[in-house]
């Protein structure tokens, strides 16, 4: 079996002949690879990055977030069950499933980030280094107000994994933070 057809199962064999995008992966070496899932990352959030400018030019700021909100909802949704599947978990899984699941995301081939005080019930969250607000940092720009979206894009995603799993935000622009982080999530599950 090629390696085209263990990265594409469903596809027959006329459609594998044509789906360069996936074949010519399949010589590529593994620091190829890493720059090319990389890469693809970047390309996400500028399309992502580039939507939201545009929404917000034709119908402001406000409007846009609220888009941008909504957006995640859904996305980060998707995201989590897609994560999960590749990983092989099951919803359930608590803070130690959370934990490696924000470890696969977009974000994480981007962005710096930790977990800190890490238990069975208990994580915190960290963004260190966000690649949108370093961005407008060395613009010159103020923080990109991203509170909003970030607790329905964090819970949401956290609910995926585990219902139980309750989420908080310590800090995300507007708000104040330390220059050690962005921003900072509490992700607990109660003790039965």
Known sequence: MSGTQTLQP???RDETC?????????????EELIRIVIDDAKNWLAHDGLWFQAVEAEHGMEK?????????RRFT????????????LEPG????????????????????????????DRVVFRM?????QSARKRKGLPDFPCKSVGVV??????R???PRIETRCIACPPDEHPEEFWCAWEFTVARE
């Open 10 to 12: 469903n596809l027959s």
């Open 93 to 120: 899984g608590g803070i130690p499933a959370l934990v490696e699941c924000l470890k696969h995301r977009l974000y994480a081939r981007l962005n710096l980030q930790e977990c800190l005080e890490a238990s069975d």
């Open 160 to 162: 995926t994994v585990d």
């Open 128 to 132: 260190v280094d966000c690649r949108v």
């Open 77 to 88: 949704v998707i995201e989590a069950k897609r994560i999960m599947a590749r990983l092989g």
């Open 153 to 158: 894009e964090y819970a949401e995603f956290a």
């Open 18 to 30: 044509l789906d360069e995008g996936i074949r010519l992966l399949s010589d590529l070496s593994k």
């Open 64 to 72: 846009a977030i609220d888009a941008d909100r909504e957006a995640w």
